[in-house]
């Protein structure tokens, strides 16, 4: 299943016109080269596939709220983890500082 490639314009689908496809490797271009090309070219187009998608959902309110709740776990995670990590800290400083018998 593949999908159409193109963009919304005022809330219509423009499609975009299809490239006529390419060789993988030329005589002169190694096919390693040729292969990490065409995969630059696929994470490039899912990025910019991705960057569209993430536009279209902060357009709605939905969307904002999914992405506000998203954010605030996000937040609460980085601070848990770093209060996990200052915890750790002190306790070894607290047990370096105990005198040895």
């Known amino acids: 299943m593949t999908e159409q490639k193109g963009h919304f314009e005022n809330g219509v689908w423009v499609a975009e016109p299809v490239a006529p496809a390419t060789p993988t490797a030329t005589k002169n271009e190694n096919p390693i080269d ?3 090309a065409a995969a630059s ?5 899912a990025m910019d596939d991705l ?3 993430t536009h ?3 357009a709605t309110e939905e969307g904002k709220k999914h ?3 998203t954010v605030k776990e996000t937040t609460d995670e980085i601070e848990k983890s770093f209060n996990d990590i200052i915890s750790k800290v ?3 400083v607290e047990k370096a500082a105990k005198p040895k018998k």
């Open 34 to 36: 040729a292969r990490l």
């Open 41 to 45: 070219r696929s994470v490039i187009s």
């Open 51 to 53: 960057a569209k998608a």
């Open 56 to 58: 279209d959902l902060v």
């Open 67 to 69: 992405i506000e709740k």
């Open 90 to 92: 002190k306790a070894e």
